[in-house]
Structure formats: C-alpha cells, structure tokens
C-alpha cells in the first residue's frame, strides 16, 4: 500500500527533513509512525498525501508513482485517503452531519447516497444521534470522533492519522485507538503518527520510528523511542 525507495525531501533553505527513507507497509497493515518532533514524521505524512513533493527517490501509494503525479490527479488519489488532525479541523459553522458530508460532496456524491454514507460513519463513531449539533457542544473526545467519521466517510482504502490523541486523556486515547483497530479489521491500511509512548508501548503494532530525517527501525516491534 505504501512504499517508499530511496526517498529524500530537502527544503529551500537546505533543511533536509528526509533522508534516503526506504520501507514497505503493506495493504491492511497498521503501524505507528514515532519520533521526536522535527525526526520528519509530517513531512513523510505529507509526502504520502501529495502535499509536498519528494526531492529523490519514488513514493508509491497502491502500486501508483505519486512523486510524478500530474496535478490533476492528486485530488482522485487524495479519495482513497482518509486524514485526521490531531485538532480536529472542523468548521464551526456547520452541523456535525454536513462536516462529515463534505468530503462527499466535494466528490459529488448524489443526496441520498450522503446521508446513507455520512449516517454509517457516524453510526460507526458512535455519534449518530448528535448529527445536528454543532461540533463545537461537543467534547474534545466528540470532536476528533467526528473527524474520524470524516475520515472515513469516503470508505478508504489508507488511513492516516497526525498525533490523533495528543489532546486527549488516556481513557478517551484509548477509546479512539480501538477505533481504529476496528477499522484496520476491516482492511483498511492505517498509519499513526504519534509521540505518546504510552500508548505505542500498550499496543501490539509495528514501528516506523525516524531520527532526525532517517528511518532507525522499519517494523521491528521492539524499539521504543
């Protein structure tokens, strides 16, 4: 599902946030991606979603090339990945329900296919009866169960997750990992980006773990950072 051959990421400036990272996630695996802040676990992240651009080497997501994918075809791609923020990022000015139809309609999904789809992911988050309220009278639990269920909403193939519980006390962490390990259970291939050792050290998933731009373990559970 992910592959990454020889990749390096340089920025203007000569910052070089990666360096000749090379490994193999298969489809409908689930790991943690760890590391002290600045060791490049955004910029692999963001590599993975075509936000930035490899300076070297070759990216591939589901078998295709995304370091020579047109532009065009960066939103089609962008589908099969489901994000979530580590803050959420949900709009205020809207009702759960139409947060997590966005990423539908955006797609141009028809009305009844949204409600059936966006009424599944909430049901699956366990918000179904708060799809009128505003994100905003929900807890900080609620609310990144609610960008989850945005997340998911497009039914994708790779989940990516950026320091999912990082605001969130360890009954309510917990309670978001087994979501998704149910997720993962299902197939879909999962990839969190954390720095709660804690919670890596709880759980029995392998470690992409990077040091200052490098990958120091690739899959091997035993490492903590």
Avoid at 37 to 44: C, F, I, P, V, Y
Avoid at 110 to 133: F, I, P, S
Avoid at 197 to 213: E, Q, W
């Amino acid at each position: 599902m992910i592959q990454f051959d020889q990749v390096s990421k340089r920025y203007p400036g000569g910052h070089e946030a990666l360096n000749k990272l090379s490994f193999h996630m298969p489809p409908g695996d689930m790991r943690f991606l760890t590391g002290h802040s600045g060791a490049g676990k955004s910029t692999l992240l963001k590599l993975i979603m075509v936000m930035e651009r490899a300076t070297s080497g070759q990216v591939l997501i589901g078998g295709r090339n995304v370091s020579k994918l047109p532009a065009r075809k960066i939103p089609e791609l962008r589908r099969d990945i489901g994000v979530v923020f580590q803050n959420h990022q949900l709009l205020f000015d809207r009702s759960v329900f139409d947060n997590v139809a966005l990423p539908l309609i955006i797609a141009g999904y028809g009305h009844r296919d949204v409600g059936r789809r966006v009424r599944a992911a909430l049901d699956k988050v366990g918000l179904l009866d708060k799809e009128k309220l505003n994100p905003i009278t929900l807890s900080g639990g609620e609310q990144q169960r609610v960008g989850i269920a945005r997340a998911v909403v497009n039914k994708p193939a790779l989940l990516l997750a950026d320091e999912p519980t990082g605001n969130l006390d360890p009954q309510l962490s917990a309670e978001i990992m087994r979501l998704f390990e149910q997720f993962n259970q299902v197939g879909v291939t999962v990839l969190i980006a954390t720095h709660d050792l804690s919670l890596i050290a709880r759980m029995p998933y392998k470690l992409l773990s990077l040091r200052n731009g490098q990958l120091v373990n690739a899959g091997g559970g035993d490492e903590r950072e």
